[in-house]
């Protein structure tokens, strides 16, 4: 009778033993399934410096097992961006060659940052002074697109001449006021009440700020929207969403007004 139960009781802890080994190798499985899944991460093409805006052509997209995914890795192209599909961040340590690119080493653009890494390459930031009426109510934001229409009087044949001519067409516009690119607006009521704060602590002038916006121009365009706003008027055409056609436009005189 002793010897069935311990035939019993040995059957019994063998039984689970062979159920907890089971358990044990179908949890080991699991996990090496799981960490061995392919996932996308983004990876840097080539070496990429500390303070450079990274653009799509920087990076390309790599399957890795999950398990080699380093923590807050970036999987996708659209994470780099904004809603309004812009390039929006940099560096702040170099990103070597193959490795992959993670938030810790990307900041936003914000008065910290400054502006520098949302210039593209070639391109310089000019601000420009702006009213309801040459800013488009000045319902332009940072990302959007413009044409800088000019008015000047020339003076031909000793004859002075009124002339408006669209200098240049599809702008970026990187900041409106000290708003830039990819920065989040913050309410009226608050920035009020914020730089009252910062006024009083500080001691700063309180006089009233004069509204700019900020666009991304080629040196030689620069030059040419600097001398107007000496010489001339500057307004600003908001272009719809998308649009990148340029137009072949004249310049338009007084006497084309009557014809």
Sequence with gaps: MKKKKIVLIAAVFGIVAVLLV?????????????????VNVLVAKG????????????????????????????TSINQLMNEQGKFINATVVPIMEGEQI?????????????????????YRAVSIEISDVSGVARLIKPGDHVDIIGTCELVIKHKPIAETFTLFQNVLVLAIDQQMMG?????EKQQSESASEGMLSSG?????????????LKPAEAQKITHLAKVGEIKLALRPIGEKTVFPL??????????
């Excluded at 190798?25 to 996990?31: A, F, T, Y």
């Excluded at 920065?183 to 309410?187: A, C, D, E, F, K």
């Excluded at 700063?204 to 991304?216: H, N, Q, V, Y």
């Excluded at 004249?250 to 014809?259: C, N």
């Design 22 to 38: 089971q358990a044990f190798i179908s949890s080991v499985e699991n996990r090496y399934k799981v960490g061995s899944e392919p």
């Design 183 to 187: 920065t989040t607006v913050v309410p």
């Design 204 to 216: 700063e002038d309180t006089g009233e700020k004069i509204p700019t916006a900020t666009l991304a």
């Design 47 to 74: 070496y990429i410096p500390e303070g450079t805006l990274v653009t799509d052509y920087m990076v390309e997209v790599r399957r890795v097992p999950r398990e080699y995914l380093s923590p807050g890795a970036v």
């Design 102 to 122: 993670t938030t810790t080493k990307l900041v936003q653009p914000g008065k910290q940052t400054g502006m520098s890494i949302l210039i593209p390459e070639g």
């Design 250 to 259: 004249g310049a338009t005189e007084t006497s084309d007004l009557v014809k």
